[in-house]
């Protein structure tokens, strides 16, 4: 709750329209069955004049309770939405400022869910709320005493109900706080299902799994629809149970007045009014049990919410400007363990890569080579050791100014939906299409583009499926390189091009970016075999470091690779 004050605080003309409305709404409510008991009476009395008085102040009280629901309804909705919109607004933002394996522990569907269905459950109870919260206990108290009022000699009748229904309610409520609890768990389960078939629906279909796929997802579905259905059994058998009471206690009384209506016949007009008053009270505890079951659903998003938004972000940085620093990078006693993990995955690596020179990484699979290039973009930190950047410890620089001197490409770099263009100007705002065509230049991309009828403005669809592999990869290192990076990394990002297109952009790399460091991790030697220094990593821990022709003489491990990629590319010719 404590995290929605704020927010209330911001819309609180809007609340105080909402709160005021339902005051309203309810003395209009209360004091119909009264002025409804005074009409009959006087039309039993056979009051002509009371009876066209007090129907016309009973139309205006209807009237009266129109307008207060009405208006009650508009501003508790204003307050619901515009809650809810700053609310998926700050955690949006909140996520983007978390780190990397900030993200990652709570996992991409897990964070999709509390931002929509999540904050969906706020909405609705930030609207029932408003609409409820004061109406429920005015009602209840005000019809209790109006009730008591009108036939006191049933006190006793009105106790019972309401023992009755408190007890049915609150079982309950109690019931169904876990089922709604496990509810949220069964919609993340059925999201994740689905996200990872959809997303991997090449595979799926590559491998005929749909048949195993759809019973996965029926699974997860099914076990949301049972929790789903024992909610339901309990409201089944709510509404009847408190229906049942409340018409004993209506039977009851009019048994007890029919006793004695002939020689009282304006029993009749208490006894209508009285009715009308358990309905109320009945409305006001049925309502109220409803406001507390989804409260409680709500609270649990609510906390879920508020869990995104209290994790501080495991990474900060120093406040600063935008400058690039110089491009030499330094690994000093390097370990890194992932979280969770009981292994480090980097071993004490050190070694110093002097500004635009060229960096190959090569080992095995597994051994290392994308967690120590994600150290140097700071996607995590280090264990022990520093890792430095121009000189400076990565964790001294300000996020402005490192991502404006590492650029890092990914084998499979996301590109964002949108257009060629608009990818680019993600890194470089400014970047007019010459620049851009320089850009694709180095990256062997300009010749694809340029054959699109839209040419830089061409569309990129949703996980830019409407290019190939080689071409996305050719759009990922364009973009790397727009802005003229002081240390560029290429993660396997050429995996998908062909030899020869490989080769060019390599040469475009050592022509146009002549200042800029460069690391690129590769699987293939002859994709490195030009660097300055290759770095042979096994297992996480420096093997050797040097030139090709170097290692050949010195590393083992090295020359088993080269060896075998040999063998293999001459078995291949
Ligand atoms: N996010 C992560 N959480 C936990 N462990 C991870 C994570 N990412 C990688 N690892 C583990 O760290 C080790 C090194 O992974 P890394 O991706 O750095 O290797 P690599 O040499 O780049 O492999 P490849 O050549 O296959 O891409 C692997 O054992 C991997 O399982």
Redesign the pocket.
């Known amino acids: 709750m404590k995290v929605l004050m704020p927010y209330f605080h911001r819309y609180r003309r809007d609340v105080w329209w909402a709160m005021l409305s339902v005051i309203v709404l309810v003395f209009a409510t209360l004091w119909q069955p009264r002025l409804l008991q005074t009409v009959m009476e006087a039309i039993i009395k056979n009051d002509q004049q009371t009876v066209f008085q007090q129907g016309l102040f009973l139309l205006g009280l209807a009237v009266l309770g129109i307008i207060g629901g009405v208006v009650n309804t508009i501003y508790s909705a204003r307050v619901a939405l515009g809650v809810a919109t700053d609310l998926r607004a700050d955690l949006y933002a909140h996520v983007q400022s978390l780190a990397y394996a900030d993200v ?1 522990k709570f996992s991409a569907s897990n964070l999709v869910v509390r931002m929509t269905n999540d904050i969906n459950q706020v909405q609705q109870i930030v609207m029932a709320g408003f609409q409820q919260i004061t109406r429920i206990p005015l009602l209840f108290i005000g019809a209790l005493i109006l009730a008591l009022v009108t036939m006191p000699q049933q006190w006793w009748g009105i106790l019972l109900m309401m023992i009755v229904i408190v007890l049915v309610a609150g079982l309950a409520v109690q019931r169904m706080t876990k089922y709604f609890a496990q509810t949220q768990q069964d919609i993340e389960n059925v999201n994740t299902v689905a996200r990872e078939n959809l997303m991997g629906i090449r595979v799926v279909k590559s491998f005929v799994q749909e048949t195993s796929e759809i019973h996965k997802f029926s699974q997860a579905s099914d076990e949301l629809t049972n929790v789903t259905a024992k909610i339901g059994y309990w409201f089944a058998i709510l509404m009847p149970a408190f229906f049942l009471t409340a018409n004993l206690a209506v039977g009851t009384a009019v048994y007890i007045v029919g006793q004695n209506i002939t020689t009282h016949p304006t029993y009749l007009a208490a006894i209508t009014s009285f009715i009308s008053y358990l309905m109320q009270i009945l409305f006001a505890v049925i309502n109220g049990g409803f406001l507390m079951t989804f409260a409680s659903r709500a609270f649990i998003s609510l906390g879920r919410i508020g869990e995104v938004l209290e994790t501080a972000p495991s990474m900060t940085y120093v406040a600063g400007d935008d400058q690039p620093v110089a491009g030499d990078v330094q690994f000093e006693h390097v370990t890194f363990t ?1 979280p ?2 009981d292994q480090p ?1 980097l071993k004490d690596v050190s070694f110093t890569l002097k500004a635009g020179t060229m960096l190959g990484i090569v ?1 095995a ?7 120590l290039a994600q150290l140097i973009a700071r996607l995590y930190d280090p264990g022990s050791g520093v890792v430095k950047v121009g000189g400076v410890d990565v964790r001294q620089l300000p996020e402005k100014a490192l991502r404006a001197t590492v650029a890092y490409v990914l084998q499979r770099s996301t590109l964002f939906s949108g257009t060629i263009a608009g990818n680019l100007r993600q890194v470089q705002p400014d970047a007019q299409t010459s620049h851009m065509q320089w850009a694709a230049n180095i990256a062997q991309a300009s010749e694809f583009i340029e054959r699109l009828p839209q040419t830089y403005d061409a569309p990129v669809e949703e996980r830019s499926q409407n290019f190939s592999g080689g071409q996305q990869q050719r759009l990922a290192i364009t973009r790397g390189v727009i802005a003229n990076p002081k240390i560029l990394i290429l993660d ?1 990002a050429t995996s998908a091009l062909d030899a020869r297109s490989e080769k060019l952009v390599q040469e475009a790399l050592n022509r146009d970016l002549k200042t800029t460091t460069t690391v690129v ?1 590769a699987e293939k030697i002859s994709s490195i075999i030009n660097a300055d220094q290759i770095l042979v ?1 096994e297992d996480g821990q420096v093997s050797g470091i040097g030139t090709h022709q170097a290692l050949l003489k010195t590393n083992a491990i090295y020359q088993t690779i080269y060896q075998t990629q040999k063998a293999r590319e001459e078995g291949l010719s």
């Not at 699979?365 to 967690?371: E, L, N, Q, Y």
């Open positions: 990652e992932y969770g993990d995955t080992g699979t597994g051994s290392g080579k994308t967690t396997d991790i990593l």
